[in-house]
């Protein structure tokens, strides 16, 4: 073996892009793998196969006819040489420790977020004012860390809110129509059917965008589609309104990743700020609909009958899931900072099977053997539907061995 290929994105690009160069990039989230169009080529010539290779960024995979640059922007890479084997495995070894701790923060924070989350929930079911409320407690915590320069504020201007404002628009209805599923169904079977986002992904950007994709990704959908609808036809406890509220999110978390990619392009806020600043402006578009629909009267009454058969402690529920919310939330943000959207996607596929399985423990979910291998379809599915980026990367690289051999 005359050479080591390691892949390193030096920073993290979403949703269904992967930019050439750019050096500044809005996290765009999350767990939508991003869909990889059909043309890619690695072309670079000159390089050592003396030591490792890190590709330092991976270009545009392909285009959208919708984007301005067109179809030219054919996958390229930057590969460039590691100063010395043993310099490039100690910050290799360093940066596995830290995505391990990423890793663990963010699942950890989410397992706690969704029992707190359906406990609320199941005791006071008012799943708009419970929305609201995280993305307050969110927005607090912010200003309080702003004002009290533990973190620094952002410096923006209206063309960042104004971007932002369509991005903020699909977190709210994402967010609100999770909890809406989450007040109605098992949190598991939220997480199951939440499990078939990369589905939407190529989709809305195959149909509605007009990406192509390679055949193997529309493939990969096979078993994400097959087994999200096994798991919801043999779902014992189903509920109409409940899986519409998950598979809304889905979709618009799909547009939350795209309007992001499109609108964020070129600004720099660190990830912990743009989700601080998309927590606010949510609260504001939530707000007057959590109002409308649900209502301070309503509110009353519900917390009035939850204190009294819950107790005092219906509170403390209530300030953990909006605080854990927040945190889980801002680490998977930060996370987007330091790890590439492969590696991004499967922590997530990863974290809904620690929600999954933890949930069912916690809350004595039924579950039928049927309904547990359709769950596991669905996620197998979205984690070989991660793999297939990977193995395109690799396809390009190949092609750059292809052409400095010459053959
Ligand atoms: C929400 O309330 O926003 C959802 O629970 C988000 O779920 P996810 O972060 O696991 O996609």
């Not at 996958?75 to 360093?94: H, L, N, P």
């Not at 529309?218 to 043999?234: D, E, K, N, Q």
């Not at 922590?347 to 929600?355: C, E």
Request: hydrophobic share 45%.
């Amino acid at each position: 073996m005359f050479c080591t290929l390691r892949f390193q994105c030096a920073r993290p690009h979403h949703g269904s892009e992967f930019v050439s160069g750019s050096k500044s990039l809005i996290p765009t989230r999350r767990s939508s793998l991003s869909p990889m169009p059909s043309r890619q080529i690695c072309r670079r010539s000159v390089l050592s196969l003396t030591r490792p290779l890190h590709v330092s960024s991976i270009g545009e995979l392909g285009s959208s006819r919708t984007s301005d640059k067109k179809v030219d922007d054919l996958i390229k890479c930057r590969v460039y040489e590691a100063d010395g084997s043993e310099q490039a495995a100690a910050s290799d070894a360093s940066k596995r420790v830290k995505i391990g701790i990423y890793f663990a923060t963010w699942w950890a924070l989410n397992v706690v977020f969704n029992i707190y989350n359906k406990k609320v929930l199941n005791a006071y079911p008012y799943p708009w004012l419970t929305s609201t409320l995280s993305l307050a407690t969110g927005s607090l915590i912010m200003l309080i860390s702003w004002s009290l320069r533990i973190a620094e504020a952002p410096k923006t201007d209206f063309d960042f809110w104004k971007t932002l404002f369509p991005v903020a628009v699909a977190h709210t209805i994402g967010h609100v129509a999770a909890t809406v599923s989450m007040s109605k169904v098992a949190v598991s079977f939220t997480h199951i059917i939440k499990s078939g986002e990369p589905a939407f992904s190529v989709l809305v950007s195959r149909f509605l965008l007009g990406e192509t994709f390679p055949v193997g990704v529309y493939f990969s959908l096979i078993p994400i589609i097959g087994g999200c609808a096994l798991a919801a036809v043999t779902e014992l406890n189903f509920n109409m309104t409940g899986f519409m509220g998950a598979m809304i999110s889905n979709l618009a978390f799909v547009f939350r990743n795209i309007f992001s990619k499109k609108g964020m392009k070129g600004k720099s806020v660190s990830g912990m700020n743009y989700y601080a600043c998309l927590s606010m402006f949510s609260l504001l578009i939530l707000t007057p609909f959590a109002i409308a629909v649900e209502g301070p009267q309503m509110w009353a009454a519900g917390f009035q009958k939850a204190l009294s058969e819950i107790g005092p402690q219906i509170v403390w529920w209530m300030a953990a899931q909006s605080v854990f919310y927040h945190l889980y939330n801002q680490v998977s943000y930060m996370s987007l900072d330091e790890i590439s959207p492969l590696t991004f996607s499967i922590g997530n596929t990863m974290k809904r099977i620690s929600v999954i399985v933890s949930s069912i423990i916690i809350f004595h979910t039924p579950v039928q053997p049927v309904n547990a291998l359709g769950a596991a379809i669905a996620i197998l599915g979205t984690f070989l539907y991660s793999q297939i980026g990977i193995l395109l990367a690799l396809i390009g690289f190949l092609q750059i061995f292809k052409g400095y051999v010459g053959v």
